[in-house]
């Protein structure tokens, strides 16, 4: 069971936007739309960002956004700021029933 | 607020079962039609899934730890817990619990637990 494949780091200047995409196959992203996506800082656990593709939990800015084509699922950052550098994970519900974790991507506020 | 924390031994012999057990509070682990997670993540690496479990005792783990993890719960007490059996170094992670609803919300604090004689 490989992870999904994410880019190692992405980076980004202020106020601008950045898009970390989230490839799978049609074992997983590309049969469900189960991809949610997940905010860690150093030292902290990860925290709900993105949930059903597309849907953001109450509390999480609306600068946070996700989508998906075919086996692959994006997450986008608008208005990039400070806080908003940490890594990424995206994860998918797969055939089994299991579930799959991207290899994470680490955010560069520039 | 629900709220969940992980509890265990933070240092396991190799070969030996690593056993943890995730508290719930705020809420009933009976509730609704969640299960409940457990996720691990070695220093510097990314998330593993590791298993959910519902509280009917209904159970599925990743394929990839071959047999050695057994899923449990506990509604009289509001907890779940995890046996690893056969660890070694690579078993070295902080361990996370967490709800799932086809999505992981919300998870514990994370316990670090070393595999080293």
């Known amino acids: 069971q490989s992870a999904l494949t994410q880019p190692a780091s992405v980076s980004g200047s202020p106020g601008l936007s950045i898009t970390i995409s989230c490839t799978g196959t049609?074992?997983?992203?590309?049969?469900?739309?189960?991809v949610s996506w997940y905010q860690q800082h150093p030292g902290r656990a990860p925290k709900l960002i993105i949930y059903g593709v597309s849907k953001r939990p109450s509390g999480v800015s609306d600068r946070f956004s996700g989508s998906k084509s075919g086996n692959t699922a994006s997450l986008t950052i608008s208005g990039l700021q400070a806080e908003d550098e940490a890594d990424y994970y995206c994860?998918?519900?797969?055939?089994?029933?299991?579930?799959?974790f991207g290899g994470g991507t680490t955010l560069t506020v520039l | 607020q629900l709220h969940l924390q992980e509890s265990g031994s933070g240092l396991v012999r190799p070969s030996e079962t690593l056993s943890l057990t995730c508290i719930v509070s705020g809420d009933s682990i009976s509730s609704g039609g969640f299960s409940w997670s457990w996720i691990r993540q070695p220093p510097g690496k990314g998330l593993e899934w590791i298993g959910y479990?519902?509280?009917?005792?209904?159970?599925y783990n990743n394929p990839s730890l071959q047999g050695r993890v057994t899923l449990s719960v506990d509604r009289s007490k509001n907890q779940f817990s995890l046996n690893l059996k056969y660890t070694t170094d690579a078993d070295t992670a902080v361990y996370y619990c967490?709800?799932?609803?086809?999505?992981?919300?919300?998870w514990g604090q994370g316990l670090l637990v070393t595999v080293s004689s």
């Open positions: 049609t074992s997983d992203i590309g049969s469900y739309n189960y």
């Open positions: 967490a709800r799932r609803d086809d999505w992981f919300d919300p």
């Open positions: 994860s998918s519900y797969t055939d089994i029933p299991s579930v799959i």
């Open positions: 479990i519902y509280q009917s005792g209904t159970s």
